[in-house]
């Protein structure tokens, strides 16, 4: 008999957890439902919708993870995020993708799904795998795709360059 087959030993609905460090909020995590398990290692399955707001040092809201199911290892300090993934960041970029790993302790992201950007200047980026800080202010597409378009001021820059 399988470990989900004997039920989670605890269960909790519509709960939101506020997590703490030398007395800052370090993040909050909100949960449709939570089931907790231990076997070879206590995780927490999360599903009916997360959201997990990440705070910087100032106690300001650096990042929103938002998906529909999850899973939480508190010994491995990482939280799975799977299912219609969104990670936005306060100057309005987003990432899309079907899964994520956040590790706590190193305030990292990391897919090896395919992601799509939006970013909040309108440029659209695509690719598979994608490894960022946590409150997505610096992020790396580990193989992007697709075409990218120049800016004007860019492409003009060039060709005043190559006129000279």
């Known amino acids: 008999m399988g ?3 004997a039920g989670a030993f605890q269960t909790v609905k519509e709960v939101t957890y506020t997590f703490t460090d030398s007395g800052r909020v370090r993040n909050t995590l909100y949960a449709g439902k939570l089931e907790q398990f231990i076997h070879d290692t206590d995780y927490v399955k999360i599903s009916d ?4 707001v990440i705070f910087n ?3 300001q809201p650096s990042g929103i993870l938002n998906s529909d199911n999850g899973l939480y290892f508190k010994t ?5 995020a799977i299912d219609n993934v969104v990670f936005c960041n ?3 970029d987003s990432l899309f993708t079907e ?3 956040w590790y706590s302790d190193s305030q990292l992201v990391v897919t090896d799904a395919p992601v799509r950007i939006l970013r909040a200047d309108g440029l659209d980026i695509k690719g598979r795998g994608l490894r960022a800080r946590e409150d997505f202010s610096r992020y790396t597409i580990l193989a992007p795709s697709g075409d990218i378009a120049v800016p004007d001021e860019i492409d003009n820059k060039n060709e005043a360059e190559e006129s000279q």
């Open 3 to 5: 470990e989900e087959d």
């Open 49 to 52: 919708g997360l959201s997990l």
């Open 57 to 59: 040092k100032s106690e």
């Open 76 to 80: 491995l300090n990482q939280m799975k």
């Open 90 to 92: 306060p100057k309005g």
């Open 99 to 101: 899964y994520l790993t």
